[in-house]
């Protein structure tokens, strides 16, 4: 994950944003684990998913969920070797199988050989969750081309390259979900022009593929979180009164609440689910 450092106000978070002031990741992540085992109900047992940037936050907490209901998964990460392979353990502890992949989402190749690698190694690919993310944000006039391009090649560029590549290996009941953001359809602060661009893009990508797929019985929907407590966009960062101030429910998300929704569409539950949005932004968007 990205961020520009600008004095611009931060805090939706569909791939998180604020002051990194809060409880880790890593142990919100953790906690998923006790607290989901209970309600564990093997809707996706034989499938395989792959969830990039998948080693935290948000994409962590699908990993998780994914695996609980009986997935096995890939997750991918650029960096931070060390949170992928906590949550491998944590997946792995429920009895699935698990891999992490680093792979730079802006790198083309990286991405088709993480999908690549998925099918080699577990076997097939039912599941592609869209998730890395790189969150830069700036007033207009400061935003550089290089920004503009690095943007683009994460949340634009690699959902399309990772679903070409991933759809090869999809049978009837493959599932695409893409995540997006709440600021693709509200955007209340300035600086965001170049993000909310990116995951409005996913908006035409999510419909037009939903389209073309649905022959082959593949699904393809997108999830646009709101704020949500994650180590970048604490629930008690300096901003959150004010993110809070305009959801109808008055408060964060937790991942497990974005994790959820992906679980739903990625269940034999989704399947008369395509093309569509599901906002999981606490009213942010009403």
Known sequence: MLSAVRPVPTGHGAVGAGMANASSDHRQTAGLL???????????????ALVTGGGRGIGAAVALRLAQDGADVALTFQQNQQRADDVVDQIKAVGRRAIAVQADSADPAAVVA????????????DILVNNAGAFLLGPLEQLSLEEFEQTVAVNVRAPFVASQAAVPHMSAGG???NIGSNMAQRAVFPGFSLYAMSKTALIGLTKALGRELGGRAITVNLVNPGA???ELNPADGPNAN???????????????????????LASPDGRYITGATVNVDGGFTI
């Open 242 to 264: 004010t993110i809070n101030g305009f959801t109808a429910l008055g408060h964060y998300a937790k991942p497990a609440d974005v994790a959820a929704a992906v679980a739903f």
């Open 114 to 125: 993480a999908v690549d690698r998925t099918a080699g190694e577990l076997g097939r690919v």
């Open 228 to 230: 949500t407590d994650t």
């Open 175 to 177: 599932r695409i979900i």
């Open 34 to 48: 006790s607290t989901r085992l209970s309600v564990m109900n093997n809707a996706l047992d034989g499938k395989v």
